[in-house]
């Protein structure tokens, strides 16, 4: 009943920016904390960014200062601003939604390549 679709990846040059967007759509109300992940090839995905449903953040350390993660309650959209982006960025980043019922939604992901 929650639906996911992110949007924004592509290509970029090391030190550039990126700013990824998750829409979310149908029973948005029952969405608690979001959060964007990432997988690269061969590697387990991991979280990059959280953010609880009163605004609340927290990262994993590699992108501490360099990644912003916000929402728009109004819009139903949660947003991952990306500076100084690195090519150990590249991967494909997938949103995410926590429901108040533990339930979790995913997006299909978004690619995002760094160039080396």
């Known amino acids: 009943q929650v639906q996911l679709v992110e949007s924004g990846g592509g290509l970029v040059q090391p030190g550039g920016s990126l700013r990824l967007s998750c829409a979310s759509s149908?029973?948005?109300?029952?969405?608690?904390?979001m959060g964007w992940y990432r997988q690269a090839p061969g590697k387990e995905r991991e979280l990059v960014a959280r953010?609880?449903?009163?605004?609340?953040?927290n990262y994993v350390d590699s992108v501490k200062g360099r990644f912003t993660i916000s929402r728009d309650n109004a819009k139903n959209t949660v947003y991952l601003q990306m500076n100084s982006l690195k090519p150990e960025d590249t991967a494909v980043y997938y949103c995410?939604?926590?429901?108040?019922?533990?339930?979790?939604?995913w997006g299909r992901g978004t690619q995002v390549t760094v160039s080396s």
């Open positions: 995410n939604a926590e429901r108040f019922s533990g339930i979790i939604e």
């Open positions: 149908g029973n948005i109300f029952s969405i608690n904390h």
């Open positions: 953010i609880t449903r009163g605004g609340s953040t």
